[in-house]
């Protein structure tokens, strides 16, 4: 009897064990598949997180945004898509020299991953690490779903990945044209918590972003947080950190 030897493409044969090995996280049931709320309570530490989507616009990149954090010297962790760093290899490479900026990852064309199956998921993260490596030299420890749209699902393979999912417990809704600055001033605030991680966005999808940073940064020193990035939040966590599991989030503002 004559057996033949099936012959796969090397791209096909990697994305079957990729999904063999997600398989493997999900019916393990493994408690470690964790998507990351907030950092410790019991500390006086914020994070301040802004998204890179991109938009389809010429322009995708708010200076003031960065120049606001440079100028008072504030520590963020900054979410990119690997589309917008692609659009911005330069902006990208300037962003990550500057040791108070983390950068991470933030799929690549910005999805509902939700509707996705495993493969493109993958396919979105693993493009996003690429390009952000190839870059800036850097591979992101982590991940903030598109929309602030997660499951277990899609925080499982971005385990697979090597990533951290990460969520926020505050959204400013700095997109929303409708919201005054002086109301995102006072929200973000009055709401603000030790372990906060607190989204904007630096893509000019945030109208008042760069305008209200300044005095963001001022008035959370003031009531005496001390900011930081995600990476150096979670490093100082003590078990006092919140996750979840099988939560599925509705889109950020």
């Not at 063999?20 to 530490?45: M, Q, Y």
């Not at 389809?56 to 960065?66: A, C, H, I």
């Not at 109208?207 to 959370?220: F, G, M, R, S, Y």
């Not at 020193?221 to 099988?246: A, P, S």
Request: glycine share 8%; hydrophobic share 35%; charged share 25%.
């Amino acid at each position: 009897m004559v057996r033949k030897t099936l012959k796969l493409p090397g791209n096909v044969l990697a994305f079957m064990l990729l999904g063999l090995l997600v398989s493997s996280f999900c019916d393990a049931e493994t408690p470690g598949t964790l998507v990351i709320e907030h950092g410790p309570r019991n500390s006086k530490l914020v994070a301040l997180t802004f998204d890179a989507c991109p938009t389809g616009r010429e322009d995708e990149y708010d200076e003031r945004v960065v120049e606001a954090l440079l100028h008072a010297n504030a520590p963020a962790t900054l979410f990119m898509s690997g589309r917008w760093v692609e659009k911005n290899p330069e902006k990208t490479k300037f962003l990550a020299d500057q040791p108070q900026f983390e950068i991470a990852a933030h799929s690549y064309y910005h999805p509902h991953l939700l509707e996705k199956d495993n493969n493109r998921v993958m396919r979105e993260m693993k493009r996003t690490q690429a390009i952000i490596k190839k870059v800036t030299g850097k591979t992101p420890k982590y991940f903030r779903p598109p929309f602030g749209e997660v499951d277990e699902r899609i925080a499982t393979i971005a385990k697979a990945e090597g990533l951290t999912t990460i969520q926020y417990d505050i959204a400013s809704g700095d997109p929303d044209p409708g919201i005054s600055p002086q109301r995102i001033v006072r929200v973000v605030v009055r709401e603000a918590k030790g372990g906060s991680i607190i989204v904007f966005h630096m893509n000019r999808n945030g109208v008042h972003t760069a305008e209200i940073l300044p005095e963001v940064i001022q008035k959370l020193r003031q009531k005496g947080f001390v900011l930081v990035t995600v990476g150096d939040m979670l490093k100082e966590g003590n078990g006092d950190v919140k996750t979840t599991e099988t939560r599925s989030y509705g889109k950020a503002p």
